[in-house]
């Protein structure tokens, strides 16, 4: 099992910047992908960020430019850096660890980022 916990969203203006963070513990030798994925009010949970085991990060194309995935596998966490957000970046941000070995994802409780203009 894998466990992970989200921090750092909050309640920001429009063109201002946040950190996600995102601390696994448990079994994280199963992990492989990471990334955030979120969720705003009426759509579905979309992806919004990856970065694999080796590092090779993939961005939704309406935050790319803006938002940068990084990972310490060091300190077992994962990293969203959001600058100039938008009203549209409104959403709960989830954590996500996936594990090749049995294929399960893993997800955190999500951390809620609110912009407002």
């Known amino acids: 099992q894998v466990q992970l916990v989200e921090s750092g969203g909050g309640l920001v203006r429009t063109g201002e910047s946040l950190r996600l963070s995102c601390a696994a513990s448990?079994?994280?030798?199963?992990?492989?992908?990471m990334g955030w994925y979120r969720q705003a009010p009426g759509k579905q949970r979309e992806l919004v960020a990856t970065?694999?085991?080796?590092?090779?990060?993939n961005y939704e194309p309406s935050v790319e430019g803006r938002f940068t995935i990084s990972r310490d596998n060091a300190k077992k966490t994962v990293y969203l850096q959001m600058i100039s957000l938008k009203s549209e970046d409104t959403a709960v941000y989830y954590c996500?660890?996936?594990?090749?070995?049995?294929?399960?994802?893993?997800w955190g409780k999500g951390t809620l980022v609110t912009v407002s203009s």
């Open positions: 448990g079994s994280i030798a199963l992990i492989s992908a």
């Open positions: 970065v694999t085991d080796a590092g090779s990060t």
């Open positions: 996500n660890a996936h594990s090749l070995a049995d294929g399960v994802d893993y």
